[in-house]
Nanobody
């Protein structure tokens, strides 16, 4: 599966941004997909994950502000981010594994076999 993220952006705190990730290639009905964030010198951390059955998971920092969703017709993963804070800044990556549909370990990078190229999000105070 090939993943291509949309362009991120630079915005002020309190703003909103929607990231998208187009999947192509050997897309399957069953999948685990997620968004990760990475900042310089730190490990890639899970922000939100979703299964093909619609189960979702969120990092504590994302709960109540971010929403992960998929459009199965468009083969696209989304991350709607609201009330953005400077701490949300980083390189965002989408990830996918089409061999599973139960994703209890969604926040671990090792669970995914496909990755997008990353898109930068910068939130200023």
């Amino acid at each position: 599966v090939q993943l291509v993220e949309s362009v991120g952006g630079s915005l002020h705190a309190g703003g909103s941004l929607r990231l998208s990730c187009l999947a192509s290639g050997h897309t399957e009905f069953n999948y685990c997909m997620a968004w990760f964030r990475q900042t310089p010198g730190k490990k890639r951390e899970g922000v939100a994950g979703i299964s093909s059955y619609g189960s979702t998971g969120y990092a504590d920092s994302a709960k109540g502000r971010f929403t992960i969703s998929t459009d199965k017709v468009k083969n696209t993963l989304y991350l709607e981010m609201n009330s953005l804070e400077p701490g949300d800044s980083g390189m965002y990556y989408c990830a996918a594994d089409v061999s599973r549909w139960v994703c209890p370990l969604w926040r671990y990078p090792s669970e995914y076999t496909s990755w997008g190229q990353g898109t930068q999000v910068t939130v200023s105070s």
